[in-house]
């Protein structure tokens, strides 16, 4: 059973920093794309970032130069370093897999808060 499970959120001023982590069970993240999605109060779930088999990693727009996605092999565990907060970055950040030859994210977790405050 793939279980995803995020941790690391929390409550920040704007200009600060936290560090996401998304800890896998039942499947071995350097197989798959592991990328990161949020949701805000009221709006869709979006895209932020995801980090390929390969190591190859991209950002959304409104992210770019400020989040970093990492990978730990050695722990099953892909990382998201959130540096420059803002308080549009407020959301649930949920962590999502998707396995090789899946045409969608096939495993979600259960999502952590972010809360960035002005």
């Known amino acids: 059973q793939v279980q995803l499970v995020e941790s690391g959120g929390g409550l920040v001023q704007a200009g600060g920093s936290l560090r996401l982590s998304c800890a896998a069970s039942?499947?071995?993240?350097?197989?798959?794309?592991t990328a990161w999605f949020r949701q805000a109060p009221g709006k869709e779930r979006e895209f932020v970032t995801r980090?390929?088999?390969?190591?190859?990693?991209y950002y959304a727009d409104s992210v770019k130069g400020r989040f970093t996605i990492s990978r730990d092999n050695a722990k099953n565990t892909v990382n998201l370093q959130m540096n420059s907060l803002k308080p549009e970055d407020t959301a649930v950040y949920y962590c999502?897999?998707?396995?090789?030859?899946?045409?969608?994210?096939?495993?979600w977790g259960q999502g952590t808060q972010v809360t960035v405050s002005s």
């Open positions: 999502a897999v998707k396995t090789a030859g899946s045409g969608e994210y096939d495993y």
């Open positions: 980090v390929s088999r390969f190591g190859t990693t």
């Open positions: 039942g499947l071995t993240l350097r197989t798959a794309i």
